[in-house]
């Protein structure tokens, strides 16, 4: 129905500046992301909230669902500095997000999605020259929800960043530092009774070709 | 307004940018046409028809092709705007005033040219069963009938063709109701015309849909938006369903010879000269049957997609007459199709269809309804109904999202329309959505489905989210009186906790007035809903233990090193139990627990922990024998929902994250969750045990096992689409295959077919779609059963209701002001028994024998009135009444 109206489902242009990957290939992996880039959180606002909100979007009897949540963090300090990233199981849960949810409030703010390429290492961490996001090193204005300018925040909100400071004081960069948030479903072999080597992410579906294929993709990915 | 002011307060957005940007493409003559036809009327419609005329005119050598894509777009996502396009299309059919006199339609004009190019993508909306453009044309070629454009004879035939779906044999009601639709609108749209050329036509599509309807009844007893035990008849007093809306708007049209509600912009041009105009004759059609009932006889039916099941459609009426339209008349129910076209075409952009709902009166005759604070009232108004714009919108979209058992759209969909209308008009929609409340909220007195509870309640919470959760609490403090488990008391209860998961406890609390706070009031969760680390008190039995195995992961053990140290633990504990006890268990409690609590900071740290161990969990989920998956023991894996459960017992939502994941991560299965529900869910909280057993199913329970069928179901729809895909690579491989064995095939000797190597991918595919589509049916069953034996307890069952049967009778029902906490209990159990027959039905259909034989076949030959009733529910979802 684009004739009349714009749908709200199409990304922006924002571009990656470390990406390496070039624009058309960006265009394809956006046409079939399952992730979601988040902005305009307040630093108080959990991942649990955010859960709650963006689960109205998941279509678990398609296959679908929140994979996971990536908290944006500052750089130097690890706390939350107002973006995350929210990945589901399928594409259209995603573009859901983006007519329904994007420029909806949450925690009292306006929050907005945006299509992104997926997650990758380090991106979880905010750009700007301080730790956090670059939007906030040029802000003019008091913004409680995000630091405010002074250390004046609300006295409700004080609380809250107790908790907040303290959530993510672990977190950890370099591979394997994010969960996956748990694969598709895939056939398991029963060996009863022999306690063999767990299996851990990174080597699921070892078995199988589809397994194999799976694997060379994220690779490739990777590599990108 | 507020809630906009930090977003534009800072620099631009880049996306502003790019809209912006978008809107200067350069664009042909032909475009710019196409785009002020598609612009029709924005300003005046009925100033305006002319002068796009004068454009289409002006612009030679007509683009034919683009002229009729420039009208299906304009009738077909503007359905509002139909009778301009008639219009406009009429007076295309004039030959252009030469000599500034001598208007006379041809044979040939260029009106006729674009609706003969018009047909033929009509033809193509019918061929492709793509109802909503079908239906669109159709009241667009009703309105040319109206204007002597179109033979009236041949859109009867029109008509009659889908009137004969109607009639086909096992016709479903989604192909029904579509078909039927598109019959009666045409017919209110042009009846004034039909019923002068064919006086008894109207009576003969009126008699077919009713006809088709009268088989409706027992679907509509399932779907009604109240619940009555007692009555096995349709009650419905303050919704309406859709196609009895129509059949009575038509018979209301007939009654008074089609005196029509609609916009005729056409109806003041001079008449045809019927000598020389021959009007259009629309050439048959004929309904293709729909594609999925045709795979249904193909050999892999199996792993043909489930098609979503369509039911009566109760749209819930929340004012009267003379605020918003009813939609059993002519012009309410023109009012109500408009504004569901609307809600449904504009879906892809919520703000867009905002601002379109709110402009809708300008498209309708003067009068429809009440002009604007300040705006001046219209001349001669052409009717005088009225009505309120702003709680039409909001009765209008909230009967869309409470259709049941499922809306169109997603539910969040209509709630984030509703936000949307809100902000555009504040102090106008504020009004409507909280009369819209409270009537939503005393209906729950009266056996409001229970489904419709939860979607409220999930409305609620977003709305008051996006409104700084305004809410006035306090006119419902006389209500903390009602039985703790009353709709109304579950209702704030839900909303709140609803409110507090999209924002903080104490944020919630603030909004709500003191004698909600108390414990008694029973609306707030008794604490901040943070974990309950069952050994973090050092007094508590076996702290120690849970320290040691915390250490272990604190100092990021190997999960073997975890395993290993626990079975040193069993034997330590082993002698510090009762006999009572079973250490296993208790191993598996603590360490499940333990693990937890590493994870318990956020959802993230969570997924860390389980990913880190899940080798220890396969472990214990196996029962301490393996560590390799799919292999856990039922009581291992209900130890484990049940210690995650404890963990969260303040906080609901975490403890539906827990169970998803833990079946994400494979550790239990769907059904797992469905038989922890059933059996374990009133253990988890001792102090709410008297609220829980007997078992019932309040909105939490319900949303657990959901969760779980639907991850069974999403499973299986996973694994068909891989199997498709590689279905189709595996054919084309043979296809490849057989090709290169023709060519060399060429010294007349018959080799026989090249043998191709055994698809190993394909093969584990179908072996996974198999053993899933198994759990699935298994989940299905354990769901059903559950059901069964809370409603329909044996005497020796575990919990049994004592009111799960006495609630049935009339007279209770009628009682129910006395009614206490287990009968409200039963009542709500039952509602989510009816929810679940009706929503899972494709499915349940699949394997309604072995099911039944399962569930119900010990009630044979019994006059339990439970079972009768779970027995009627039963058979009519699943389509045997």
């Keep these: ?54 689960s109205k979007c998941a279509n678990a009897a398609d296959g679908g669902g929140i994979k996971r949540i990536i908290m944006g963090l500052d750089r130097n300090t690890r706390t939350p500095c107002g973006f995350c990233f929210v990945e589901y199981y399928t594409h259209a849960e995603a573009l859901a997000s983006m007519r329904y949810v994007s420029g909806t409030k949450l925690d009292e703010r306006i929050i907005r999605c945006d299509l992104d390429l997926g997650y990758r290492e380090g991106r979880q961490f905010g750009r700007g020259k301080s730790g956090g996001q670059v939007r906030d090193e040029h802000r003019q204005d008091y913004d409680p929800g995000r630091g405010g300018w002074g250390a004046q925040a609300q006295r409700l909100e004080v609380e809250r960043r107790r908790a907040v400071e303290e959530r993510y004081a672990d977190a950890q960069d370099g591979p394997g530092a994010v969960a996956s948030g748990g694969e598709d479903w895939k056939e398991i072999e029963t060996t009863q009774g022999r306690l063999k080597r767990g299996r851990s992410p990174e080597d699921e579906g070892d078995s199988d070709r589809m397994g194999r294929r799976t694997k060379i993709e994220e690779v490739e990915i990777d590599r990108m | 307004m507020s809630y906009n002011r930090h977003y534009r307060g800072g620099r631009r957005h880049y996306r502003d940018d790019e809209d912006d940007r978008r809107r200067d493409i350069v664009e042909s003559p032909q475009e710019r046409l196409k785009l002020a036809i598609i612009k029709l009327g924005e300003v005046d419609p009925y100033q305006e028809i002319a002068a796009v005329e004068t454009h289409i005119r002006g612009l030679a050598p007509p683009d034919i092709y683009n002229l009729s894509e420039s009208f299906h777009i304009g009738v077909t996502e503007q359905p509002y705007k139909i009778p301009f396009y008639a219009a406009l299309l009429r007076l295309l059919h004039n030959n252009p005033p030469t000599d ?71 016709v479903s009601h989604g192909r029904a109701k579509r078909a039927a639709l598109c019959a009666a609108e045409g017919l209110m749209i042009a009846g004034a015309v039909l019923s002068s050329s064919k006086p008894t036509f109207p009576n003969e599509v009126v008699t077919s849909i009713q006809t088709y309807t009268e088989t409706t009844n027992s679907g509509k007893w399932i779907v009604q938006p109240v619940v009555r035990l007692h009555s096995p008849n349709v009650e419905v007093e303050n919704a309406d369903e859709l196609l009895d809306t129509a059949i009575n708007a038509l018979k209301a049209l007939e009654s008074a010879g089609f005196e029509g509600p609609y916009p005729r912009p056409y109806s003041g041009y001079p008449p045809l000269d019927i000598s020389s105009f021959t009007p259009f004759s629309l050439p048959s059609v004929l309904v293709p049957p729909e594609v999925i009932e045709l795979e249904g006889l193909s050999t892999e039916a199996e792993e043909s997609e489930i098609k979503r099941q369509e039911w009566p459609e109760y749209f819930l009426r929340l004012f009267g007459d003379d605020v918003t339209p009813d939609p059993n008349t002519p012009a309410g129910y023109a009012v109500r199709n408009d504004l569901l076209a609307m809600i449904d075409v504009f879906e892809v952009n919520r703000k867009e269809a905002a601002r379109l709902l709110l402009e809708y009166p300008k498209w309708v005759v003067s009068g429809t309804f009440k002009p604007r604070p300040g705006a001046p009232p219209p001349d001669e108004p052409l009717v005088n109904y009225n009505w309120q714009l702003e709680s039409t919108l909001l009765e209008t979209i909230l009967g869309a ?233 039922a009581e291992a894996k209900a130890d484990i929902l049940s210690a995650a459960a404890l963990f969260w017992k303040y906080n609901p939502q975490m403890v539906a994250i827990v169970f998803d994941k833990l ?156 009614w206490g906490k287990e009968e409200w209990n039963a009542w709500e159990t039952w509602g989510w028994y009816r929810h679940f027959c009706r929503a899972y039905s494709p499915y349940l259909r699949n394997y309604a024998t072995t099911l039944m034989a399962v569930s119900f076949a010990r009630f044979e030959g019994q006059s339990d009135p439970a079972a009768i009733l779970l027995q009627k529910m039963w058979d009519v979802s699943i389509g045997q009444e």
């Design chain 1, 1 to 54: 129905m684009a004739h009349v109206v714009q749908p709200l489902d199409q990304p922006s242009n924002y571009k990656d500046s470390q990406t390496r990957i070039d624009r058309k290939r960006q265009n394809e992996m956006l046409a079939n992301s399952t992730t979601l880039y988040i902005g305009n959180l307040s630093f108080f606002t959990t991942e649990e909230q955010i859960y709650e909100l963006f």
């Design chain 2, 100 to 170: 500034g006199e001598s208007i006379i339609a041809d044979g040939n004009s260029l009106g006729k040219q674009i609706l003969e190019e018009f047909w033929k993508g009509f033809q193509a909306y019918v061929d492709k069963l793509m109802w909503r453009e079908t239906r669109f044309c159709i009241h667009f070629f009703a309105h040319l009938v109206s204007a002597q454009i179109i033979s009236p004879e041949s859109f009867a035939a029109l008509l009659q063709s889908f009137i004969t779906v109607l009639d086909e044999f096992g």
């Design chain 2, 401 to 633: 999202s409470l259709i049941l058992p499922q809306s169109t759209q997603v539910q969040i969909y209509y709630d984030g329309l509703i936000t949307e209308v809100c902000k555009i008009s504040p102090s106008t929609v504020g009004p409507a959505v909280g009369k819209s409340i409270r009537k939503l909220y005393s209906s729950l007195t009266d056996g409001l489905d229970v489904e419709i509870e939860r979607r409220f309640s999930e409305w609620f919470a977003i709305h008051m989210s996006n409104f700084n959760f305004q809410w006035v609490w306090k006119e419902w403090i006389p209500d903390l009186d009602l039985a703790i488990q009353h709709p109304k008391r579950a209702f704030m209860r839900t909303a709140v906790e609803y409110e507090i998961r999209l924002s903080y406890y104490d944020r919630i609390v603030k909004s709500l007035p003191e004698a909600m706070h108390t414990p008694e009031a029973h609306i707030l969760p008794k604490q901040t809903p943070g974990p309950d680390f069952m050994y973090d008190d050092p007094s508590k039995p076996h702290h120690d233990a849970a320290q040691s195995i915390l250490n272990l992961f604190r100092g990021r053990a190997k999960a073997e090193d975890v395993i290993s140290h626990l079975d040193s633990l069993r034997n330590t504990l082993e002698s510090d139990i009762t006999e009572s006890e079973n250490v296993d268990s208790l191993v598996r409690i603590i360490t499940t627990q333990s693990l937890l609590h590493i994870g318990s900071r956020s959802f993230s740290h969570l997924l860390n922990a389980i990913e880190r161990y899940l080798p220890l969990l396969r472990t214990i989920a196996s029962g301490g024998m393996t560590a390799s998956a799919g292999a856990g023991t």
């Design chain 2, 663 to 818: 079946m994400q991560y494979q550790i239990v299965d769907p059904t797992d969750v469905v038989s922890w529900t059933f059996l374990h869910v009133s253990e988890v909280d001792e102090s709410e045990a008297d609220l829980k057993a007997p078992l019932n199913l309040s909105a939490f329970e319900w949303n657990l096992l959901k969760a779980a069928l639907d991850k069974a179901i999403g499973r299986v729809n996973s694994a068909r689409r891989k199997l498709a895909m590689l279905r189709k690579e595996d054919d084309d491989n043979r296809a490849r295959a057989k090709a290169r064995g023709g060519n060399m095939d060429v010294d007349g000797e018959t080799k026989p077919d090249e043998p191709i190597p055994e698809n190993v991918a394909l093969a584990s595919a179908l072996k996974a779609f198999s053993s899933l589509t198994r759990e699935q049916k298994t989940a299905l069953s354990r769901t059903l059963e559950g059901f069964v034996s809370c409603l329909a307890p044996s005497p020796t069952s575990l919990h049994p209701n004592p009111k799960a049967r006495e609630i049935l009778t009339e007279h209770s029902w009628h009682n129910r002001a006395n």
